[in-house]
């Protein structure tokens, strides 16, 4: 994995903006930092900072290219997963170094645009076709890699992540009333396509396009496409498992070490499983990793959506490995003050404790390996989450984790408030996403509604937990790859009826009963479980006196937010979820510590525009 960056213009002359490519690379180089490289021509610029994973000396780049007396020059960031595939059909005699760099680059130089059909993998990527003057940008058909852009004028700035943009001065460090609206009313998700910093937006997932001297122009080439289902149920578990084990195989290609995060619910301990066995064949034994809170196990409370915690279910799938275990365990004082190196990991205000624990992970999980498995994703294929099978709030016309709209609005600064149409904005959002779904005539209220909520999950919730995963990793040049977001996967789960999925009354039933031969009984039958968080109430104590303090003297939040309302919050008399299960009062409150530190990290200014 990588880091891309780069400037195009076809009026300037980009050999002198070597100063300018220095500071974009340096806000690049957590992402990358085995390697590094800059290539500099008339009309581009290309900035590429590298974590070294297959081909270590083969795959450096900016890589170039020469066909037919045209040079084309590529930054990627990714993994393809077929790349023997790919390579027998454009000709192994072609091929020049063992990278899959060079596999994208050749197969754009073979196919055109159309070569992203062919991909299977993780990856955004921008080639620079010199001889005919234009440039083309791809993001993978789920999103898993972050591509965002600025146009200014004549010019296209591009970058993996938004702190390498601002870096470049020519972006405006300012918000607008769009942006507040995303802040506050719909953080830590996002819309697609936005980039929350007026002027930056981002490819939207499954997209690609070419950039010319007449603009840029993006089109999808991948969806979810409803398509009638015609397997029985033993048929569809076994196409399932074929799916699941074909992908989790394939990701496990690498020339350095993997290892694999271990929850010890469903989802990573079978992707353990089967990384053990495959590790096995070769005489090798896995490294496994969990995560925990200091004291937590003398505060845990059961609920709804957590009946158990995980430590004991973890110590029954590491011993039922047989891995070498290690386990990360975070105590509070660094956790709050792991509150700000996730904005600077993220660029934005994210989730809180959820994303600054994940940081602290991903750094202890680096001191040991380079490449690590997960598995996000499941849920929202599988429909594991308890929005999928709640009837009532399946059947809320809303995002079902994002129920607090009239709660966050108050947050908002009176001026800006009356300005802006909070539940409009959220539910146009909303229905905008579930009426994009891709239906059949022939499909019952209920698929018919099934589909809406695989599409608001795919699109929203999932895009917000991919994009913590990719960011809280690689600020410590940690891949971490996700094998249930393989798209054929997706593909195929889109069309499975919901009676299968939920085989036996069971969130993930299908998958389960797919997937039963590789684990334990006890871990197979375990209800779901989200990623875990502190119930230590020294976090809430923490936040809360560190939040009182940023609002005691003068603070940029005062832009955007109602200092009344933060000081309401504080007395915690509230208790409104801000997202779903993931945030409750405590991330709340350190939601707006992060938003304090990422306007004041960034200079960020409000700029309204009529």
């Known amino acids: 994995m990588c880091g891309i960056a780069g400037m195009i213009s076809f009026n300037e002359d980009m050999r002198e903006t070597a100063a300018v490519c220095g500071l974009m690379q340096k806000a690049l180089i957590r992402r990358g930092p085995d390697q590094r490289g800059i290539y500099l021509s008339c009309n581009a610029a290309l900035i590429h900072t590298r974590l070294a994973v297959i081909d270590i000396e083969g795959g450096r780049q ?18 393809l997963y077929n790349t023997a595939e790919l390579r027998r059909e454009i000709g192994e005699r072609e091929f020049e170094t063992l990278s899959d760099t060079e596999v994208v680059l050749r197969g754009y130089m073979k196919w055109g645009e159309n070569c992203v059909d062919r991909f299977n993998g993780i990856f955004a990527f921008v080639v620079y076709d010199e001889g005919n003057r234009r440039v083309f940008l791809a993001r993978d058909r789920i999103g898993v890699k972050p591509l965002f852009y600025y146009e200014k004028g004549n010019k296209l700035i591009f970058a993996s ?44 997932s499954g997209h690609c396009g070419y950039y010319t001297e007449d603009g840029l122009e993006l089109r999808r080439y991948w969806s979810l496409r409803a398509a009638e289902h015609t397997e029985n149920f033993e048929e569809t ?23 694999t995060f271990l929850s010890g619910g469903l989802d990573s301990s079978l ?28 505060y845990f409370t059961k609920s709804h959506f957590q009946p158990n915690s995980d430590p004991e279910y973890i110590n029954i799938m590491a011993e039922y490995l047989g891995s070498n275990h290690h386990w990360t365990v975070v105590d509070i004082p660094e956790l709050v003050d792991a509150l700000e190196k996730a904005v600077d990991a993220r660029g934005l205000p994210g989730m809180a404790d959820v994303d600054a624990s994940l940081l602290l992970f ?81 499909d019952s209220p209920l698929e018919s509604r099934m589909r809406e909520m695989t599409k608001l999950n795919f699109d929203w919730f999932m895009q917000n937990l991919l994009e913590r995963k990719d960011r809280m990793s690689m ?21 499975v009826p919901w009676e299968f999925k939920d085989y036996r009354g069971r969130e993930k039933g299908l998958l389960r009963e797919a997937m039963k031969e590789w684990l334990p009984e006890r871990v197979l039958n375990r209800k779901k479980s989200p990623y875990p968080k502190t119930h230590n109430p020294a976090f809430l104590n923490a936040v809360t006196a560190r ?26 008399s509230d208790h409104v979820q801000w997202y779903g299960q993931l945030m409750n009062l405590p991330q709340t409150i350190a939601f707006f510590i992060q938003l304090e530190y990422w306007m004041k990290k960034y200079n960020i200014s409000l700029n309204i525009i009529d």
């Open 547 to 572: 939040l009182r303090e940023i609002i005691s003297q003068p603070t940029p939040l005062a832009d955007i937010v109602d200092i009344k309302a933060l000081e309401q919050l504080l007395t915690h």
């Open 271 to 298: 992707i353990s499983s089967v990384a053990a066995s495959e590790l096995r064949k070769n005489g090798k034994i896995l490294n496994t990793f969990s995560v925990d809170y200091k004291d937590n196990e003398k």
């Open 362 to 442: 991903c750094r202890e999980i680096k001191k040991h390996g380079t490449v690590a498995l997960s598995g996000e994703c499941a849920d929202e294929l599988f429909g594991g989450y308890p929005w999928y099978r709640d009837e009532d709030i399946r059947m809320t016309d809303g995002f079902p984790w994002a129920q607090s709209t009239a709660y966050r609005k108050g947050f908002i600064r009176r001026e800006l408030a009356e300005r802006i149409n909070a539940e409009d904005y959220v539910y146009s959002a909303y229905r905008r996403t579930a009426d994009s779904a891709d239906k059949l005539p022939s």
């Open 161 to 204: 992540e938004i702190a390498a943009l601002l870096a470049n001065p020519e972006i405006p460090r300012e918000i607008d009333i769009k942006g507040v609206s995303e802040l506050l009313l719909m953080a830590p998700g996002r819309t697609s396509g936005c980039g929350i910093i007026r002027g930056i937006k981002e490819v939207k």
């Open 62 to 79: 900016p890589m170039s290219l020469n066909m037919g007396g045209n040079t084309y020059t590529i930054v990627y960031n990714g993994e």
């Open 237 to 259: 578990a076994e196409r399932t498992r074929e799916l699941v084990l074909d992908s989790i195989r394939r990701q496990l290609v690498s020339d350095v070490p993997i290892c």
């Open 475 to 495: 600020y410590s040049g940690l891949e971490v790859r996700v094998p249930f977001c393989d798209y054929r996967l997706a593909e195929y789960l889109y069309n």
